[in-house]
């Protein structure tokens, strides 16, 4: 069982950059990869950002296209956190921000190998 809770949501004008943090308890050990998940307003849950957490490809690090160059993403082991630097943010960035732990031991960017969640925060961005 591994928990996650996510903060650093917020309303912020084009450009602008938001940091958001993940801070997992629980059996964390049994995680391989942590990562970013986002949902807008009628739109499908889609990934953002993953971290390599445990095993073979521990500090790997991915990013969906729309957001490379721009997010960045990194873990903090020894104190179970992750986070995700959102720098130029843009309009179409606007949605509800997961925090995921994946267990499944393949990399793997797909939310039905994630199993555990945080409850979301909500990240705006205005033009």
């Known amino acids: 069982q591994v928990q996650l809770v996510e903060t650093g949501g917020g309303l912020v004008q084009a450009g602008g950059s938001l940091r958001l943090s993940c801070a997992a308890s629980?059996?964390?050990?049994?995680?391989?990869?942590m990562g970013w998940f986002r949902q807008a307003p009628g739109k499908e849950r889609e990934f953002v950002a993953q971290?390599?957490?445990?095993?073979?490809?521990?500090?790997?690090?991915d990013y969906t296209a729309a957001v490379r160059g721009r997010f960045t993403i990194s873990r903090d082991n020894a104190n179970n956190m992750m986070y995700l630097q959102m720098d130029n943010l843009k309009p179409e960035d606007t949605a509800v921000y997961y925090c995921?732990?994946?267990?499944?031991?393949?990399?793997?960017?797909?939310?039905?190998?994630?199993?555990?969640w945080g409850q979301g925060t909500l990240v705006t961005v205005s033009a």
């Open positions: 629980g059996r964390t050990f049994t995680a391989y990869g």
């Open positions: 971290i390599g957490w445990g095993g073979w490809t521990a500090g790997r690090t």
């Open positions: 995921a732990a994946r267990f499944a031991s393949s990399w793997s960017n797909k939310e039905t190998d994630f199993g555990s």
